[in-house]
């Protein structure tokens, strides 16, 4: 069966500092994966994509992948208070399967 | 382009009735999964459509089942309501063959 794991958190980090989540995974088919953004009594959001090993980075969002260590990260750069939000790890096999989420990282960025 | 709809927003119902919840993709979109957000469990996977076809199935029992129309446009309907089955429930469609997977707004479902 397959396992997305995240520390639940909270991450706490201040204003303008770097926030790092992790996620591991133990598929090693796994060829998609995912950073959603969710806040409170919201539907998560789709903030950043990846498939293959290195870095991905979309504005102050930087993507990880490591297909080895099996192990996907987010960078948020110059974190600001409305990313205090669950972050969500989701990974894939090829088109047509599920998603498989980890159960997601707290974050807050306190001013 | 429009997102993900989902309808309705709210639901209450009692134990032994059934619901039925109704999602539209994004245009062009004809894949729809959808999936069960509750705070013990994360969100878990109920199924996917693809061009009115199951393609893939999680690990619900069968009072949970779906259906997707040739307009992409899919609903999901469960029977005889538990306790258990109070969550917010999630559609997503997908377009491409990255598996991207854009989420709508959620029924949230409440069981009595």
């Known amino acids: 069966q397959k396992e997305v794991e995240q520390n639940s958190g909270p991450l706490s980090v201040p204003e303008g500092a770097i926030a790092s989540l992790n996620c591991t995974y133990s598929d090693r088919v796994s060829q998609s994966f995912f950073w959603y953004r969710q806040y409170s009594g919201k539907s998560p959001e789709l903030i950043m994509s990846i498939y293959s090993n290195g870095d991905k980075e979309d504005g102050r969002f930087t993507a990880q992948l490591n297909k080895a260590s099996q192990y996907v990260s987010l960078l948020i750069r110059d974190s600001q208070p409305s990313d205090s939000a669950t972050y969500l790890c989701?990974?894939?096999?090829?088109?047509?399967?599920?998603?498989?989420f980890g159960k997601g990282t707290s974050l807050l960025v306190t001013p | 382009k429009a997102g993900v709809t989902q309808t309705p927003r709210y639901l209450i119902k009692t134990r032994g009735q059934q619901v039925t919840l109704s999602c539209s993709p994004i245009?062009?979109?004809?894949?729809v999964s959808w999936y069960q957000q509750t705070p013990g469990q994360g969100l878990q996977f109920l199924f996917e459509?693809?061009?009115?076809?199951?393609?893939n199935k999680g690990n619900f029992p069968g009072r949970f089942s779906g259906r997707q129309f040739s307009n992409s446009r899919s609903e999901m309907n469960v029977s005889t309501l538990e306790l258990g089955d109070s969550a917010l429930y999630l559609c997503a469609s997908s377009g491409g063959g990255l598996n991207e997977q854009f989420f709508g707004p959620g029924t949230r479902l409440t069981v009595l």
């Open positions: 459509y693809f061009s009115e076809t199951q393609r």
């Open positions: 989701a990974v894939s096999r090829p088109p047509g399967y599920a998603l498989n």
């Open positions: 245009s062009g979109h004809r894949s």
